[in-house]
């Protein structure tokens, strides 16, 4: 009854007309930044928080709150037309989505992500209205000990994440985990790899690595392979799914977006590293693992069913505890202080108004998102038309404008040419730059908290196996390595993947 | 003639110049203002710099944009403003770490006492010491007595070196003298998490960060590091009141400018500034965080140079004594 109740106070409020206003305008301008490889909402949250000071503290927060989900459905869309994720979080998308691309079938690719997207905002939006308060007191039971073996899972599943050589996937983990190293070292604040360049004395920005690998890189392949870059025009068949596609996309999308919802409301990199668990999930329990990496729509519904799903269910410690779980979170919670607001957990008590009309605006923005982004597939579609030549020097220009509109520096420009050689270099050697990003954002994660579970238990080993959530994890991760490097089940995907091929 | 002539040509140029220098000191500002904060959006410096922004933008009739420049511990974003133009245009708003990055940082690309002109302090948020809710301790002085028998079990959170909640960290244990376990974080939200899921033990943070856990009831706290007790907090009291004297930490806020930038423009910036901490509206947010603005006479120029230099010489010696570097 309470919850019909709180529902009723949310929607009166998300049904303003103004809110509705300010929710579609959220949405949409998230669905363009998305779009738009390198803007991300944290930096045209920052910028439009200006704008909000004049507006009412649930109109202003709901628009804010559409910029961010918007993202995740706009995010996708570059993933798979050219192969460069809109946001980090749609990295994965990037795999199999380009690859549907390249076969002509980019339409279903883009209705299936959008239609992903969509089920998984309804679900994780009654996740957060039903399970906001309780779920919060679970995510805090994760401590460093437990926030270790869920990364040392993440990167031992995400060897299984790339095809093709398990040695080469492990060399990109590693490159990767080196790179995070690169900065100050947070337990003693010593500079490790700086070379004295006071520009990445924190760290190297995730966003001009990720372009530069990702995106950067691919452009450089497609100038060099004319021919590759004709294949994805002539092919375009059909732009809806067809019957089978969405029988396909069912399970991947179930489950994605349970993964999700559970990985979103952890801090830390949430709504990455459920994309890239689901990925690896599906492509474990999937009876033709060896189709990932080559068009699986698996591959496509299930990270962005699971990326909208955690962008989600991440409001929850922001809204329950005022505690805000990634960049984006942390706007929202300045947002709430320059409205008088103080984000924690009495907000829910003290505004209702603001705490549910944000909660249930979330699926009317959902709703908008997919009757937005469907007609719009077409369109999109057509955008792989456009010569080549006039695309990439745009592609360049958005990319250039988003990197440096994260810190405003000059230098980070440098790094996404750098780091576009590495991913070109990559590409020649086969390697696939997905894990090293993975092993990037990880890296640091992994080595803070080994180090800080470390100085709480004073140096005692036993820690990670003693605290239950820990030792299960671990456990986990154990059976994962064994499934990767047990002969038999090695030995028959390199035989399926031999007839397939 | 000729050299008169020519005499006459440079006197005409440099009364131009000067008159022109002049007026455009005197109708500063002409163009939007961009102010640079060395830390990331949505912070608590952030916020303080977006507040104060937005009222001083009223009154000078030109907006200053605020400009996130985040990075080595906002030397990055410092080191930016003593580089750019001093016209006016540039403005940096830092915290505390001004002072001790000067002491913390062995090699800056910018002399912090001489590459800067002053505009005003803002305001000096109150920090508080808080524990996780069930840690055993009942007040300050059973924290201190506390910390001193279980030395090897204790363990003091802060958001990283250079932070608010190192630097307290670092005066507590000196205060004390004890060295404690420290456990550094990304920032205070992850630290903040952490002591909320009690799996650290104690901290000492901005009352921006730890006001609302500290009503919701889901941390302790034993004390406010302030000369008067903090207005949203009247139940806390102060170090001083609960027994450990001279323990006054702020994180105070100040608007600099590059050097060079002409006086007459620092001075309309110091009141418009001044203005803006009157400004109702600013004045019930910066209560809402905790804290409240300067006084007029510290929101001036000399006001922030003198507050400048005295934290240098403060810190130095318990930063020095540490050993800790962030370069």
Known sequence: MDLLQNLAIGFSASL???????????????????VLPGIGPTATIAMLLPITFGLKPETSLIMLAGIYYGAQYGGSTTAILINLPGESSSAVTAIDGYQMARQGRAGPALAIAALGSFFAGTVATMLVAVFALP??????????????????????????LAHGSVLKALAMITLGLLFGLVGTDVTSGAQRFTLGIPDISDKLEFVSVAIGVFGLAEILRNLENESDRQVAIKKITHVWPTRDDFRQMVGPVLRGTGLGSALGILPGGGAILSSFAAYTVEKRISKTPE?????????????????????QTSFIPMLTLGIPANAVMALMVGAMIIQGIQPGPNVAIEQPQLFWGVITSMWIGNLMLVMLNLPLVGLWVRLLTIPYTVLFPAILVFCSIGVFSVNSNVFDLYTVAFFGLVGYVLIKLGCEPAPLLLG?????????????????????????????????????????????????????????????? | MKNARIVAVVAAL??????????????????????????????????????????????????????????????????????????GYTLLLHHIGMAT???????????????FEYVGLVTEVPMTIVARSDFEPADLKGLIDYVKTNKDKVTLANAGVGAASHLCGM?????????????????????????????????????TNTTNQIKGGKIKVYA???????????????????????????????????????????????????????????????????????????ATPEGLKTKLTSEIERWRPVITAAGVYAD
Not at chain 1, 136 to 148: D, K, S, V
Not at chain 2, 102 to 113: G, H, I, M, N, Q
Not at chain 2, 177 to 201: I, N, R, S, W
Request: aromatic fraction near 8%; hydrophobic fraction near 45%.
């Open chain 2, 171 to 207: 005066l507590f244990m000196s205060k004390i003298g004890e060295q404690l376990t420290t456990v550094p974080y990304k920032g205070t939200g992850p630290a903040m998490t952490d002591l909320v899921g009690k799996q650290v033990d104690f901290m000492c943070d901005q009352t």
């Open chain 1, 16 to 34: 303003d007309p103004v809110n509705l206003l300010y929710c579609f305008l959220g949405v949409l301008l998230g669905t363009l930044i998305g």
């Open chain 1, 291 to 311: 189709a990932f990496g080559k068009g699986a729509i698996a591959g496509v519904a299930a990270p962005e069913a699971a990326n909208n799903a955690g962008a």
């Open chain 2, 14 to 87: 440099m009364a131009a110049a000067g008159f022109s220098g002049g007026a455009a000191a005197e109708d500063y500002p002409t163009r939007p203002i961009s102010m640079v904060v060395p830390f990331a959006a949505g912070g608590p410096t952030d916020t303080v710099a977006r507040l104060v922004a937005e009222s001083m933008s009223r009154d000078l009739g030109q907006q200053i944009l605020v400009e996130n420049v985040g990075g080595a511990g906002g030397t990055l974003g410092a080191s930016r403003v003593a580089k750019s133009d001093p016209d």
């Open chain 1, 135 to 160: 779920l919060t007191e679970m995510a805090l039971q994760f401590g460093p000990a437990e926030y270790f073996s869920l990364i040392f899972l993440g990167l031992i599943a995400s060897v299984a």
């Open chain 2, 101 to 115: 990055s000067a002491v913390l940082y062995r090699k800056l690309p910018y002399d912090t006492l001489n590459a």
């Open chain 1, 440 to 501: 990037f954002v990880l890296g640091p994660m992994l080595e803070e908290n080994l180090r800080r579970a470390m100085t709480i238990s004073r140096g005692d080993w036993t820690v990670f196996f003693t605290r239950p959530l820990s030792a299960t994890l671990l456990v986990i991760a154990l059976l994962v390595l064994v499934l990767v490097f047990l002969p038999s089940i090695r030995a028959k995907r390199e035989e399926v993947f031999q007839e397939e091929g």
């Open chain 2, 224 to 298: 406010t590091t302030t000369k008067d007790r903090v207005a949203s907090l009247p139940d806390v009291p102060t170090a001083a009141e609960a027994g450990l004297q001279d323990f006054e930490v702020g994180i105070w806020h100040g608007v600099y400018a590059p050097k060079g930038t002409p006086p007459e423009i620092t001075a309309k910036l110091s009141a418009a500034l001044q203005k803006a901490l009157k400004d109702p509206l600013v004045v019930k947010r910066f209560a809402d965080l905790g804290t409240a603005p300067s006084t007029e006479a510290e």
